[in-house]
Nanobody, 117 residues
Framework: QVHLVESGGGMVQAGGSLRLSCAAP????????MGWYRQAPGNGRELVAA???????FYVGSVVGRFTISRDNAKNTLYLQMNSLKPEDTAMYYC???????????WGQGTQVTVSS
């Protein structure tokens, strides 16, 4: 069973910052497109940001200019730097690995991000 392990969530006030990390097995990370999804209560899961093996990135419109996705291939770790956080960013954030624009073959357990106003 493949395990992606997220960390870095927490509670922060609006305008604050958090950095999420996702550690993946080397055998998966090196060949996978990676992404961060989030799911708020009562909502579906949405792709927030993605980083392909080719180096291209994607951001959902609501986080453009505030979030930055990066990957450290030497550490097999995916990051999501989240700045200028808003209460509407509150959600469970999940790391995923796979192939394509919506990587979804492997998932982490999620890390909670709560932004207070």
């Amino acid at each position: 069973q493949v395990h992606l392990v997220e960390s870095g969530g927490g509670m922060v006030q609006a305008g604050g910052s958090l950095r999420l990390s996702c550690a993946a097995p080397a055998s998966i990370f090196s060949a996978a497109d990676m992404g961060w999804y989030r799911q708020a209560p009562g909502n579906g899961r949405e792709l927030v940001a993605a980083f392909s093996t080719g180096g291209s990135t994607f951001y959902v419109g609501s986080v453009v200019g505030r979030f930055t996705i990066s990957r450290d291939n030497a550490k097999n770790t995916l990051y999501l730097q989240m700045n200028s956080l808003k209460p509407e960013d509150t959600a469970m954030y999940y790391c995923a690995a796979g192939r394509g624009a919506l990587p979804h073959d492997y998932w982490g357990q999620g890390t909670q991000v709560t932004v207070s106003s």
